[in-house]
């Protein structure tokens, strides 16, 4: 049974004190209010990792996970942070290949190989990003796109490895623009991304690897996107640095 999972990615914000605050209010919300099982992340700047997961101490439902890494094991690469650093801290997770890094940092598939790999060696468990550009959507490209992207930076892996990695389906036209995927075209190409992964390592592999929506996720529209029977989960941007806001999204599942 694959899991439900609520990632927060809250890219480069908060202050150390706003990001102890919004830990803390969450660890009571999420104890208080959610009742399914539900596993959450809070994917949090670098230096907030450690304080964080300090916070959180034995909760088991709550993790933290890391916005990227390196692709290199060590060694002179100032400003990287690598899979080896992120495990001695005891962290589980960490986003791969998420839009803005695509766009603003210029990772391709290839470059993205090498962190997936470095990160399964590494015990993580990649949170692997993809998605289509609205000019693709509109030229009726984004199938094509998004399977490209998947299998060029994934399908190299056994079927027991590709079973320990999260993927994120994310369409770049709805990140922090307000717009969003409707519920239908969110499970239309989790959908596909699952069908695809069954084609290369059959249908009860696919059956295991949760696929989470990311794209301007909130209160309101979360629920409807998470019915759907593909979507196991979402990816959450901005809303997730509002705890009551967030919270609601976490019981939408």
């Known amino acids: 049974m694959r899991s439900k999972i609520v990632a927060g990615n809250w890219k480069m914000n908060k202050t150390l004190e706003e990001a102890q605050t919004l830990t803390s209010e969450l660890i009571g919300m999420i104890a208080d209010e959610v009742k399914g099982n539900v596993k959450v992340v809070l994917c949090t700047p670098f230096p907030y990792l450690v304080p964080v997961k300090n916070l959180l101490g034995s909760n088991a439902r709550i993790s933290v996970g890391a916005q990227n890494c390196s ?15 992120l495990k001695s801290m005891g962290v589980p997770y960490v986003i791969l290949g998420h839009s803005e890094r695509r766009q603003y940092f210029g990772e391709d598939s290839k470059l993205l190989t090498k962190k997936t790999d470095i990160a399964l060696a590494n015990g993580l468990t990649p949170i692997f990003c993809c998605g289509e550009p609205l000019e693709v959507r509109e030229a009726n490209g984004h199938e094509q796109l998004v399977k490209k992207q998947v299998e060029e930076a994934l399908f190299h892996l056994s079927a027991e490895a590709i079973q320990k990695v999260v993927i994120a389906y994310e369409p770049v036209w709805a990140i922090g623009t307000g717009k969003t995927a409707t519920a239908q075209q969110a499970q239309d190409m989790h959908a596909i991304i699952r069908k695809h992964l069954a084609a290369k390592y059959g249908q009860a592999v696919a059956e295991e690897i949760s696929i989470l929506y990311g794209g301007s996720v909130n209160a309101a529209n979360a629920k409807e996107l998470f019915a759907n029977p593909d979507v196991d989960g979402g990816l959450v941007g901005g809303a997730s640095l509002k705890s009551r806001e967030f919270t609601e999204i976490i019981k939408s599942i």
């Not at 290199?72 to 080896?84: I, L, M, N, P, Q």
């Open 71 to 85: 692709e290199h094991a060590s060694g002179a690469y100032t400003g990287e942070t690598s899979a080896s650093m």
